[in-house]
């Protein structure tokens, strides 16, 4: 079984900086890309950004220049600095998990992020 952790999040300022971990546990898988997800109360999901196995990098225009991804094997973090209050919604990290010659989607548990104007 393959879990996501995440952890980070919190209240922070407009023009503040937080930053979330997301960390998967398990055994017998590898994971190809990794991305941060995020939904705001009664909009839909919507891609942040997304890293990878190789380390290439791909962001929302919302985000750029603001947000770095970054992974180091099977942890994914999101650097999020210039935080407006737009930002205020719940993260969640997924990843593509290779397992059993198949591969899956999994997520995070989520994290809320609000941004105080």
């Known amino acids: 079984q393959v879990q996501l952790v995440e952890s980070g999040g919190g209240l922070v300022q407009a023009g503040g900086s937080l930053r979330l971990s997301c960390a998967a546990s398990?055994?017998?898988?590898?994971?190809?890309?990794m991305a941060w997800y995020r939904q705001a109360p009664g909009k839909q999901r919507e891609l942040v950004c997304v890293?990878?196995?190789?380390?290439s990098t791909n962001y929302g225009d919302s985000v750029k220049g603001r947000f770095t991804i970054s992974r180091d094997k099977n942890t994914v973090l999101l650097q999020m600095n210039s935080l407006k209050p737009e930002d205020t919604a719940v993260y969640y990290c997924?990843?593509?998990?290779?397992?059993?010659?198949?591969?899956?989607?999994?997520w995070g548990q989520g994290t809320q992020v609000t941004v105080s104007a």
């Open positions: 997924n990843a593509e998990v290779a397992l059993g010659g198949f591969v899956y989607p999994y």
């Open positions: 398990g055994s017998g898988f590898s994971i190809r890309a």
């Open positions: 890293i990878t196995s190789g380390g």
